[in-house]
């Protein structure tokens, strides 16, 4: 793991006779990997703080985590639309799944937002007219969305005939996440340490919001702990790695390879709510790594 990172801060001290080598597909799967098991836990960490209002949430811990570029800021790239259009769609989707999770059950609505892996691969043609949808990549994500299913069904008890608005806000969310991830491919000669001024920006938007709309504020020793460790991990180191990942890698392969999220996030949120994990969850846990495999693979000629 300290190899990893220092190589991800450091990746001009990995050269060879002086021309630097591009980074792996090991590595790009590491970075993608390393965003998914931080983002597994963002869910049980924003249920831990039920006080603290979405605006001010969502500001506090943008603003930490493009603080953690700080000491790369001389590998910012001051793209605007890179800037503004990120900055737009990370504050969009962070307080869509706030305010989702406050909404409505948090189960249900954490696994509907995770439906952006499966939108990361069935969108990935429009984004990008080099990159066609085969049979294999098709139904790896039907048996990664099936597992999702299951797992809602099975956590929630069956899914609800009404028509929940954290439901729709979950699902927006997972449009927005989606659709940023793709249009990111687009600027793949800029740094992922840009995100940092990305990640500023939407915190203080967040936090200018939370100043109009009056939010109250009160914080106790164990809310600030957890603010921290999102700033720092969810919404902070995450950002720079998946930035990296999806500028360098099949956009098939890493929306697969995140729909060990939704399963993560949902055994994380059972183990700290009190809820008992089940059969039901396991199935869906071997549906979806099995879909994970499947989308990975490439036809060969």
């Known amino acids: 793991m300290f190899i990893f990172i220092k190589r ?9 006779n002086g021309v630097h080598q591009p980074s792996g597909t090991l590595l790009t799967g590491l ?9 597994s836990v963002m869910a049980l960490l924003t249920v831990k703080l039920p006080a603290v ?11 930490l985590g493009g603080l953690i570029s700080l000491p790369k800021i001389r590998a910012w790239h001051w793209n605007t639309k890179f800037i503004l259009v990120g900055a737009a769609a990370v504050f969009l989707y962070q307080f869509l799944l706030f305010i989702a999770l406050r ?54 008890n069956g899914i609800s005939t009404a028509l929940y608005w954290g439901y729709l806000m979950a699902l927006g969310a997972a449009l927005t996440w989606s659709s940023y991830s793709l249009y990111m491919k687009r600027f793949a000669n800029t740094s992922a340490w840009t995100m940092g001024p990305v990640c500023i920006i939407s915190g203080i938007f967040s936090l200018s919001g939370s100043m109009i ?5 009160r914080l106790g020793r164990v809310d600030i702990l957890y603010l921290v460790i999102i700033g720092l991990g969810p919404l902070g180191l995450s950002f720079y790695l998946w930035n990296y990942a999806m500028k360098r890698a099949d956009p098939r392969k ?4 995140s729909y060990l999220a939704p399963i993560l996030s949902t055994i994380w949120l059972s183990l700290g709510t009190g809820l008992p994990l089940s059969f039901g969850l396991l199935i869906a846990l071997g549906l979806v790594v099995s879909g994970a495999i499947l989308g990975r693979r490439e036809r060969r000629n």
Do not use: K
């Open 8 to 16: 991800f801060y450091y990746p001009d001290t990995y050269l060879s």
């Open 31 to 39: 970075a993608a990997l390393a965003a998914i098991l931080m983002w």
């Open 53 to 63: 209002p979405p605006f001010f949430l969502a500001g506090s811990t943008l603003l």
């Open 103 to 156: 909404s409505s059950p948090a189960i249900e609505c954490n696994l509907i937002n995770y439906l952006w892996p499966l939108l990361i691969i069935l969108l990935a043609p429009i984004f990008d007219r080099q990159v066609h949808l085969r049979p294999v990549h098709i139904l790896g994500g039907l048996l990664g969305f099936s597992g999702a299913v299951i797992a809602i069904y099975n956590q929630a």
């Open 213 to 217: 709309s009056g939010e109250v504020i």
């Open 254 to 257: 890493i929306g697969t390879l």
